[in-house]
């Protein structure tokens, strides 16, 4: 059983575009972090590319390529897969983002942020 209190609220899930990407916020981070739909699947990470920790985006929500087939980052180019948070191509191959917990409840986009799924490599 998860601790409510744990869940940061992002936004209503129709507010999502398929594919899309949504940013958040959360008072204990250098860096922000972001929600990616896919179809009914969703994955959320901590805005910092393993690369270089830089964050992701050149703009708010902006963190797909322009195909929206995938991630990348907008300081050195690296491209990730969109659920798996995998680096596929550009400077940092086999390293990945790093993940957060993330559900829909009762129709909202909700982030643990405490509650990181993994770490980035180094």
Do not use: K
């Not at 990616?36 to 805005?47: C, K, M, P, T």
């Not at 191959?93 to 129709?107: I, S």
């Amino acid at each position: 059983m998860s601790d409510d209190s744990a869940w940061v609220d992002v936004a209503p899930l129709e507010e999502f575009e398929d594919p899309g990407t949504r940013g958040f916020t959360h008072e204990d981070w250098d860096h922000w972090g972001f929600v990616v739909r896919v179809g009914d699947a969703l994955a959320a990470y901590r805005n910092v590319c393993p690369h270089a920790g830089h964050p992701m985006n050149w703009a708010p929500d902006a963190f797909l390529t322009p195909d929206e087939e995938h991630l990348i980052c907008a300081s050195h180019g690296a491209i990730f897969d969109r659920l798996s948070g995998e680096c596929i191509a550009g400077p940092c191959p086999g390293q990945r983002l790093q993940a957060v917990a993330v559900r829909v409840d009762d129709g909202r986009v909700q982030v643990a942020p405490a509650q990181a799924a993994g770490a980035g490599q180094d």
